[in-house]
């Protein structure tokens, strides 16, 4: 399995994920109010619910899960992007979670919803559990005037003989006035490999830069993506003291054309699906 560690800048114009901030919710009750009129505060103030059996959990981590995110958008800063977390609470049982999120970009004065789109099944999780959920606001600029927002999630398990975490890009832009999913599933971030948790071990891990490049398909920029791959065989020393052994860097470069409605993902740069 291929797996992504933590991207780094490709060159001065590589693109570099802001990051959400949990206080850009502002007034929380009031926002998911306008999103959904019939939403109602838990009794434990730690969520909201909708009929008939779906959690909104808040920014406050439940039950391992991320909560609600917001950020306001640098490219549009009177508008906030809202990602919201649809738990199912009859199907989400023994710490395995099953729901969707729905992202909103929402007008900051009047908080009425501009666009809205349910992307399902991101919030599932089981063995490899969702740990974060993260907007990543760098200029991805399509076409003049178009410039897309990403969506990173981070997953991880619990294993120490066979660590695995991945983080994932998803892309997204206004067209007309739709929000639409440009960029499904790129790996930008992870490690993994099989250890005695001690010392001893094989691990590999990579880490992908993007930027915009320049050539054009089908009206969009096309992206450049830079893959570095790197792997280590630690082990203990005559001291019993732990020492790295990296393996020599390999680094492979795709750009990613848009074809008319997304960005196809290469197969060796593609996120783990949802279970």
């Not at 440009?182 to 990579?206: N, R």
């Amino acid at each position: 399995m291929r797996i992504l560690l933590c991207a780094a800048a490709l060159a001065a114009a590589s693109l570099w994920p802001a990051l959400a901030a949990a206080d850009d919710c502002g007034d929380a009750a009031a926002l998911l109010r306008q999103a959904y009129p019939k939403v109602q505060k838990s009794a434990d103030g730690r969520s909201f619910t909708l009929e008939p059996h779906t959690s909104i959990p808040l920014a406050v981590p439940q039950d391992g899960m991320p909560g609600l995110v917001c950020k306001v958008w640098p490219a549009h800063d009177d508008l906030l992007l809202v990602a919201v977390p649809l738990i199912d609470s009859v199907q989400s049982v023994d710490g395995q979670h099953v729901g969707d999120i729905e992202l909103l970009v929402v007008d900051r004065k009047t908080l009425q919803v501009r666009q809205r789109l349910l992307q399902p099944k991101l919030m599932n999780d089981d063995a490899v559990a969702i740990r974060g959920i993260d907007f990543d606001t760098a200029r991805y600029g399509l076409a003049p005037g178009v410039t897309a927002f990403g969506l990173r999630i981070d997953m991880a398990n619990h294993s120490q003989p066979n660590p695995f975490n991945e983080t994932d890009l998803r892309l997204y832009a206004i067209s007309g006035n739709a929000l639409q999913a440009v960029l499904d599933g790129l790996a930008v971030a992870g490690h993994g490999g099989e250890g005695d948790t001690s010392c001893a071990g094989s691990f590999h891990s990579s880490q992908v830069s993007l930027a915009m490049s320049p050539t054009i398909h089908r009206g969009y920029h096309d992206i450049i993506a830079v893959e570095r791959q790197d792997t280590d065989e630690p082990l203990p020393d005559k001291d019993g003291e732990c020492q790295s052994h990296p393996g020599k860097s390999v680094s492979r470069t795709y750009q990613l054309r848009y074809d008319g409605s997304r960005y196809p993902v290469p197969a060796a740069l593609k996120a783990m699906d949802p279970p």
